[in-house]
């Protein structure tokens, strides 16, 4: 079956790679795996043989159809990953993993993020350039905006690369899988709308200062907490920690 470009799709047919992806996610035989976009089902077959149950998440209709004739105890839901509701899946799915659209990957992430913290783990196949940005630390040019918000709610691992030949049709980037573990509850950033003011405001304006970035919030007991960081007026976003983000998204209404 041919991938719709105006999908995003691109099917994977190695079955060696689909392999090394379930291997990810370390499915236990008691849990059910939601698959978003299980495209022709080379990873589907795989998780069906694994998991306890597997449900599938996809915005093709047709596709929809055809999975689920193909394998009848498979769970398929025709709709779109972009703005679902993943809270509905608490109690439900113990992990997730996808083969994510280039075009809307980034956006996806960022929800499950934060609507996702009862999930175990959630593997998923990005475009390199997206996985690099994930995973990057503090002071890397990859290290944005992106960066600090998935850090904040998840472990983040950067698992291996792809081959573009490994999809049809055959993309013109190149992949690579992250394996993502959300942070204890406890460990969740507390007020996470203004971590993600705070987090678009700053990287908007990454070429500036803190010192100008801030201006209007600015107060004795931020300059203190950036002494205490060991940062001060001059420095950039891109020299704080997703940690010092979170921290700072605490004591500073943006």
């Known amino acids: ?74 769970g398929v839901v025709n709709g779109d990953a972009l703005g679902f509701h993943w809270g509905r899946l608490e109690g439900r799915v113990s992990g997730i993993v996808g ?11 960022w929800d499950l993020a934060r609507q996702a913290p009862f999930l175990c783990r959630l593997v998923f196949t990005v475009q390199k350039e997206v996985a690099q940005r994930v995973a990057a630390r503090p002071c890397r040019k990859e290290y944005g905006g992106l960066s600090v918000w998935m850090q904040s709610f998840l472990r983040v691992y950067y698992v291996f690369e792809m081959s573009r030949n490994v999809f049809r049709p055959r993309p013109k980037v190149s992949s ?6 959300p942070h204890p509850v406890a460990e969740l950033p507390a007020f996470p709308d203004n971590l993600s003011r705070l987090i678009k405001l700053c990287f908007q304006n990454r070429r500036k200062q803190l010192g100008r970035i801030l201006r209007t919030h600015w107060s004795p007991g931020l300059e203190e907490w950036l002494r205490g960081q060991g940062l001060d007026q001059r420095s950039r976003p891109e020299e704080l920690s997703p940690f010092q983000f979170v921290d700072l998204s605490t004591k500073l209404t943006v």
Not at 32 to 49: F, K, R, Y
Request: glycine share 6%.
């Open 1 to 74: 079956m041919q991938g719709k470009r105006s999908l995003g799709q691109n099917f994977l047919v190695d079955a060696n790679v689909a392999a090394k992806i379930v291997e990810c996610l370390q499915i236990h035989p008691t849990e059910t795996i939601l698959e978003i976009g299980p495209g022709n089902g080379v990873l589907t077959a795989l998780l069906l043989q694994r998991a306890h149950k597997v449900l599938a998440l996809e915005k093709d209709r047709v596709l929809a159809g055809e999975i689920k004739r193909r394998w009848p105890e498979l």
């Open 176 to 181: 690579a899988v992250l394996r993502l573990e």
């Open 99 to 109: 083969n994510l659209p280039y075009n809307v990957a980034s956006p996806i992430m």
